[in-house]
Each structure stands twice: as structure tokens, then as C-alpha cells.
């Protein structure tokens, strides 16, 4: 193993800082960088799942239930198979349907194809129907006759959790509806009786989270064609390659490299719909009807059928917590019963533990069925950690009169130590020595000028009649949710440019240009010399866009590439070129070692006499004349032979695993603040500021940092202030699956929105980097209750903060 892939090797599965980062920059962390999709998007040119259309291709849609839990007795669908434009019809009960497929998830994962069970209202079950539009779908659909076996449906989880109560999911649950019971259900730390005990204050409370989904502007959809015996296949999900090993499986396997695959630009994802365990179950009706009726077929979700499920912090929380009069937190006891998640492995009172000293913490999680959608992580799966981590400091800080930022403040640190611990840790681990939340608080206090504007609870009417408010949270920054990413760079013939290679969604969050500024600053390359264009296959996967991973992961992968292909690119200008059985060409810099030689702005020169020199597009010389490789065809006897360079290409990869287990310390912090006026009369909560400052270990793209905190507050505002779900409790159909009904925040909605960036160094990724895109959405949700807290002086306990529920704390509803 040479050199460069030993020190490589080392980073995998990385417990300790980067030991080999860069001595110097030029495009990391460089403001201004132009984004590769910048032009596309925004001139409404780019091309979306939703947009393909190919010749001949029909539209396929799905009969959904009326019902929350419900079985198919029988179907009759002669009416709609004899509607005009109707060309395919596949039901539940086709011969050619497995009983089971692999249709996605992180793992393989069996589940029913076209299922007959309906497990919530509008849930897709049944028939699929294809046909010339997606108009004489719908009208199709509407002939069906169905008879339907309606059943017992629940929809609250506190009634869920008991035996008597009706069965969610009979088929997979048939002894009851909580189903996590046993499996990584329990989190426990020290002894929480003794540290009550110890405790000053007690604190009892609970806080009631109800539904919010991922739904995006790109409706959920996708599109497969054969090309005779081979398929192609158009994907909206973040997952390409899981979708590939899920393909691969059907119709008695398909060879892997016999599946062509596309993932165009993505109309917004948020992780939901991709996670689903049934996510290609769409693609595996539209490939059999593909093959049936020899046409390219678009599935497609109507609006409505977006809200197919939601967020995995859905439910009911219960809190005690004891505290010493100094702001020391003694113990927490936490009960959570949630609702449909899928992945009931994240907890919802991991943080304490991650990144506080609180030294006693008991907690259970209760994994509940009801009749509703799938909730799984959406935006993130962190949102139920960081929500209690909210709710447990400020109570905490509003029964002891004290301010927040110092309970914060004398709480942190890790796994039940102090501070002094933590830093001993990041001083063994090669990092910097600094107090991350500390850095963070200072500039969001400045920011927001905290020390003039917090007050005690229900203290400060403006002038014009509302209360003011304001509140704080923080939480440790996250990026590492296990993952994996490979990619590849080749270098062009003719002009010495730089091709990345390597699938991957792009979900909008700059990535791309991203791992051009590493790929640039390691190859010695002009930014606009590299390139990355992710929406088709070259056989590369990265890592998928979730859990924060990518930078952490891809941006090692990216970098080991680029490193091993700079080393072959010296190594090549300084050896013999063109080298056959007839003989061989000088090097192009002869006498000289590749350590000899750096490149800078896409010239290679020698080190000690920059004035010889050579651009990358010389040294690889031009081509086309004689094959890629040769520039000239040799016409005659005597003629000279066309030099030429090797190819130059290399892969990179990167390992990074078992982080979810707690390998790994969390040491870079991120802190959030809001301001609040509140109308007592109304129950109206006006956001005038959020203040968010996240330390990212080191910036790579400013504008990808900061788009993440500008849409993340956002998004925040709208789940913490407007955004539910809402269920009949009588039929359990829902009453709101519109974009008029369910409310989203929209930029006009917040007043000010300021971002700032801490670089500490202290992350596992490439140069100290951490991971930022979910931080902001997941964290900043809670926080509008301590806001409205701090304004009137009551809590409203329920999420989202809406005026009935504000006037209600009140007292005037």
C-alpha cells in the first residue's frame, strides 16, 4: 500500500480529527463560488422527475382507500377497463404479482406489492390503472366497484397504547398496537431516583406533538420504459442506488448492469417519501404495466396523496426533571409514545445524553400503531431528541427565574460529564480546544442584543398592545448517521478539465459545487475547470443525501480521489509518454521527480522554477484523430506517431460506520434564538426574528451553509407555528390534504432571519468539518413555544403554537 492510500485508510470509520487536511486553501470556504445548478433553477430550465415525458408514454395512478382501516372483500373493474384511453389495468389479485418484493428502504426490505389492506384513509391499495392522461386515470378509478370490509380504526396514541383498545394493523400487529416493546426501547444513565432526590426543584409537564408531513412542490412520481429486455427507470427519491439493488430483484433478478438509471433535479424530498417502506412500489406496478402494454409509463401522486405520511415526532411526551438551585440539572425521566415510525430506534431523549453532564436519565420510548400514514424521517429523524432538549432547559430555566443561556451553559458536555472531561477528550483526539456552544452563544446574544431583550416570563408589552417574547435553544451539530460514498474523477482530453463521477440525488442543498471546491483546492485546478453533473449512472454511487452524512462522507471520498488522481497526474508529466513497442516520447518535464512538481489554477510547474510550466490541457494533449487517445492519424511510411498520454483517472471512497452507536463524541455545538410579539387578544404569534448560529467545524460553501439556515427556519416556523395534519375523529378521513388547508411558512412569514457560522475545527469530516442541512429545520420547530412562553407566561404545551391553542392556555377559548 503506498503512502497516499495508507494515510487514506486511516480516515475510514474516522474516531479522531483529520490528520492530513490541507496547508492552505483557495475554494474552500470561498464566498462566491457560481453553483453548478444555479442557472438552471433559477431560469426554470432545470428538469424534474415530474417533467419527463418520452414518446408514447402513458400515466399510471392508484385506486386509494376511503377508509382508515379497511379490506378489500372483492373488486370489480370491468367498467373502468372499458373506458376510452384506458390501457392497462393491475390489481392486487394478478397472477403475475409476488406476494412479497423488495421495495426499498436502507435495507432490503419485503413488503406487498399492490396491497388489498388499507391501513389509513387515502392510503394507495389495490389497482393501479394506465392510461393516454392522467385526467381518464382519475375518471377510471371512479368506476371501480369495490367492496370494502370497513374495520375498527384508532387514531390517538394515547388510546393506542392500551390492550383494549382496536387494532391499527391487524395483519402485522395482531397482539396490539405498541410493537417496539423490548427492542432499543430504553435509554438509562446513572440513577434518576438519587438524583431527584438531590434536586431542589421538580419539574412535571407534558407536551402533545400532532402530525406534519414532508409534501413537497414535486408530487411524488417516477417513470420506467423498457428497452426490450432492459429497463430504464427515472427516479424522485434520494436513493439511487438502494432503488437499483431494489430493481435488480424483480421479475426473477435483473442484472445490476443491465438497469439504466436516472435521478433528475428533485423538487424538494425532505427524506419522507423516500424512506418508505413501500417507496418502490409505484415502480414495480408501472414496470409490469410497462412491460404488458410496451409503453413508457409516469406514475404519479395527486396532491392529496402526498400527504401519505409525516414526521417521526408525532405523539405525546412526558417529562420530570429535577434541578439544583444553580441551574444544575439532576436527573430527567421521560415517557414518549409516538406514532408510526418505522425506525423506532432514535429515541426522543438521545441528546441529553449526547451532549449534556446531566448524570441520571431514564427514558422509554412506546412505538405506537394507529390508523394513520408512515411517519419516518423527514428532514430529519432527530426532531423528537431535540424538541425534548428544548422543553427540558427552559423549563428548567422558568422555574429557577434563571436565564436560559446559563443553564445551557453549566449543562454542557457529554454522556454525563463535564466540560473539563470533554476538552480532555478533544485534546486526545488531535482537536482544537474550544467551547463551541460558548463561541455559538456569544454570537447569537450579540445578534439578537439578548441582554436588553430577555426578560422574565409575561414582563414586556410593546406599544402596540402585543407581548414580547424571546427564547434560546441549542443542541450538539450532527452529521453522522453511519454511511459510505464512492466517486471518481477524469480528467478530460483536449483541455485538462475535471469530471466528477458519481450518482446521487441532487436535493438542492449545493453539494455539487461543493465537492468541486475540494476536488479544485486538492487538484491544484481552477474551480470552473471541474465539473459534477450527478443524474445519471457511471457506476459510482456517493452517499444518499440524508442524516447530514454527505459532507462527512463524500467530502473524504472526493478528496481521496482527487489526492490519488494528482499523484498519478505528476507521476505521469514526469515519465516517458507515449510509450509503445515502437518506442516512447520524453516526459514533459524531463529529469525531474513528482515531487518535483504542484499544480495551481490548472498548470503544472516545478516547485523551485514556477517559469517552467505546462497547463493540464497540454500535458494531456489533444485527441480525436486517431481514437481519444491519439490527436493525428499516421497516413504513411515515415510518418510521425501522435504522443499521448495514459488516462487519467482515479476513485475514491470512504467508510464511515457506526456512529448511531456513539462512537463518536459530539463536539461542535449549534445555538438558536427567536423573538416573539403576541397578541393576548388573538392568539397571533408574529415571528419577528430567528437568529441561527450553527459551528459547521470548518465552511466549505458559505452560500450551501447558509441556504440550509435560511430555509430551515423557515421550514422550522411552519411546523413549530402552523402546520397539521388534521383527522375527522369520527370517519379518521383527513380534512386537510391541500396546500390551501395545511398551512406551510413561507419567507414573508418570518421578519428577519440572520445566519452566522462558528468554524472550530472540532468535526470527524475532511478538514474538521460537521454536517449542517437538517440542523436548522429539526432544532428550531420548539422553539416557538418557550418564545410564546416568555411573551404571555403560560405554556401552551401542544405543537404548532396556532392562535386557538394560544387563547386557550390563555383561558379565552
Known amino acids: 500500500m503506498n503512502d497516499e492510500m495508507q494515510k487514506i485508510t486511516e480516515l475510514f470509520d474516522n474516531l479522531r480529527s483529520d490528520q492530513y487536511p490541507l496547508e492552505s486553501y483557495g475554494y474552500i470556504g470561498k464566498r462566491g463560488v457560481r453553483r453548478l445548478d444555479g442557472y438552471e433553477k433559477a431560469s426554470g430550465r432545470a428538469i424534474y422527475t415530474i417533467d419527463i415525458s418520452l414518446p408514447g408514454m402513458i400515466y399510471a395512478k392508484f385506486l386509494t382507500s376511503p377508509y382508515p382501516n379497511a379490506k378489500i372483500r372483492s373488486i370489480n373493474t370491468n367498467k373502468a377497463e372499458a373506458y376510452p384511453g384506458v390501457r392497462g389495468i393491475l390489481r392486487y389479485d394478478d397472477p403475475e404479482l409476488p406476494d412479497m418484493a423488495n421495495l426499498g428502504g436502507h435495507v432490503p426490505n419485503l413488503a406487498t406489492v399492490l396491497p388489498p389492506f388499507a391501513y389509513f384513509q387515502g392510503e394507495p391499495v389495490g389497482v393501479m390503472i394506465a392510461a393516454d392522461t392522467e385526467s381518464i386515470v382519475e375518471e377510471a378509478i371512479k368506476l371501480i366497484d369495490v367492496d370494502w370490509e370497513e374495520r375498527p380504526f384508532i387514531l390517538d396514541e394515547e388510546e393506542a397504547v392500551h ?22 426501547d430504553v435509554e438509562q444513565h446513572g440513577d434518576v431516583e438519587q438524583g431527584f432526590a438531590e434536586a431542589d426543584e421538580i419539574m412535571e409537564f407534558k407536551t402533545k406533538r400532532y402530525a406534519n408531513t414532508w409534501m413537497g412542490p414535486e408530487r411524488p412520481c417516477g417513470v420506467v420504459r423498457w428497452n426490450g429486455e432492459y429497463p430504464e427507470v427515472w427516479l424522485k427519491q434520494q436513493h439511487p442506488l438502494v432503488s437499483k439493488r431494489a430493481i435488480a430483484s424483480w421479475f426473477g433478478g435483473i442484472p445490476m448492469n443491465q438497469i439504466q438509471l436516472h435521478c433528475p433535479y428533485q423538487g424538494a424530498s425532505f427524506g419522507g417519501w423516500t424512506h418508505c417502506s413501500w417507496m418502490m412500489g409505484p415502480y414495480y406496478c408501472a414496470a409490469l404495466l410497462a412491460k404488458r402494454t410496451g409503453r413508457p409509463i409516469k406514475w404519479v401522486f395527486d396532491r392529496r396523496d402526498d400527504f401519505y405520511g409525516g414526521e417521526m415526532d408525532e405523539g405525546t411526551y412526558f417529562f420530570k426533571v429535577g434541578a439544583k438551585r444553580d441551574g444544575t440539572i439532576t436527573a430527567v425521566k421521560g415517557k414518549a409514545l409516538v406514532v408510526n415510525q418505522w425506525f423506532p430506534v432514535f429515541g426522543a431523549f438521545h441528546h441529553l445524553a449526547e451532549n449534556t453532564k446531566i448524570p441520571n436519565i431514564y427514558a422509554r420510548l412506546y412505538a405506537l400503531q394507529v390508523n394513520k400514514g408512515p411517519n419516518v424521517p423527514t428532514r430529519c429523524e ?8 428544548t422543553l427540558i432547559f427552559e423549563h428548567v430555566a422558568d ?28 485534546a486526545e483526539l488531535g482537536f482544537p480546544v474550544r467551547d463551541s456552544l460558548r463561541e455559538c452563544i456569544e454570537k447569537g446574544k ?5 441582554d436588553n431583550n430577555w426578560h422574565l416570563p409575561g414582563t414586556r408589552r410593546l406599544p402596540n398592545g402585543r407581548m414580547h417574547g424571546i427564547a434560546f435553544t441549542w443542541t450538539h451539530e450532527w452529521e453522522d448517521s453511519s454511511g459510505s460514498g464512492e466517486i471518481a474523477i477524469r480528467i478530460e482530453r483536449q483541455d485538462g478539465t475535471a469530471n466528477v463521477l458519481g450518482m446521487r440525488c441532487d436535493i438542492g442543498v449545493n453539494a455539487e459545487t461543493a465537492y468541486c ?5 486538492e487538484l491544484g485546478m481552477k474551480v470552473e475547470d471541474v465539473f459534477y453533473r450527478p443524474h445519471m449512472d457511471p457506476g459510482f454511487f456517493t452517499m444518499t443525501p440524508d442524516s447530514s452524512t454527505n459532507l462527512s462522507v463524500n467530502g473524504f471520498a472526493i478528496r481521496n480521489a482527487a489526492r490519488l488522481l494528482k499523484k498519478k497526474i505528476l507521476e505521469v508529466a514526469t515519465n516517458p509518454r507515449g510509450v509503445t513497442a515502437r518506442g516512447s516520447f520524453p516526459p514533459a518535464f524531463p529529469g525531474r521527480k513528482p515531487e518535483d512538481l504542484d499544480i495551481q489554477d490548472s498548470i503544472v510547474f516545478v516547485k523551485d522554477d514556477p517559469s517552467v510550466r505546462m497547463s493540464l490541457a497540454d500535458l494531456v494533449g489533444p485527441a480525436g484523430g486517431e481514437g481519444p487517445l491519439c490527436s493525428t492519424p499516421e497516413m504513411g511510411k515515415g510518418a510521425q506517431r501522435s504522443n499521448f498520454t495514459e488516462p487519467l483517472f482515479a476513485f475514491g471512497y470512504q467508510v464511515q460506520q457506526g456512529a448511531y452507536a456513539s ?5 461542535c455545538r449549534q445555538a438558536h ?15 419577528s426574528r430567528i437568529v441561527n448560529v450553527n459551528d459547521v467545524g470548518r465552511v466549505v460553501s458559505w452560500e450551501g451553509c447558509e441556504g440550509q439556515q435560511y430555509g430551515g427556519a423557515c421550514m422550522a416556523l411552519g411546523r413549530g407555528r402552523s402546520e397539521e395534519v388534521i383527522h375527522d375523529p369520527v370517519t379518521g378521513v383527513m380534512l386537510n390534504g391541500n396546500l390551501l388547508d395545511y398551512k406551510i411558512a413561507t419567507i414573508q412569514d418570518i421578519g428577519n432571519i440572520d445566519t452566522f457560522l462558528v468554524e472550530t475545527g472540532m468535526g470527524y469530516g475532511p ?7 437538517e440542523d436548522v429545520a429539526t432544532v428550531v420547530p420548539a422553539l416557538i413555544e418557550p418564545a410564546v412562553h416568555n411573551a404571555l407566561g403560560v405554556w401552551v404545551k401542544n405543537f404548532p403554537i396556532t392562535p386557538e391553542r394560544v387563547l386557550k392556555a390563555l383561558g379565552k377559548a
Open 382 to 389: 432527530q426532531n423528537s431528541n431535540c424538541m425534548t432538549l
Open 673 to 687: 434564538f427567536m423573538e416573539v410579539e403576541v397578541d393576548p387578544e388573538t392568539g397571533e404569534v408574529i415571528v
Open 163 to 184: 390492550k383494549s383498545s382496536p387494532l391499527a394493523n391487524p395483519e402485522l400487529y395482531p397482539d396490539g398496537n405498541h410493537y417496539n416493546e423490548g427492542f432499543m
Open 399 to 426: 422555574a429557577l427565574g434563571m436565564d436560559p443561556l446559563e443553564v445551557a451553559l453549566k449543562n454542557d458536555g457529554a454522556e454525563g460529564h463535564d466540560m473539563d472531561w470533554l476538552n480532555q477528550r478533544k
Open 517 to 521: 471546491q475540494i476536488a479544485a483546492d
Open 767 to 773: 478538514y474538521g468539518t460537521v454536517g449542517i442541512a
Open 663 to 667: 462512537q463518536r463524541l459530539r463536539l
Open 446 to 450: 450579540k445578534a439578537i442584543d439578548w
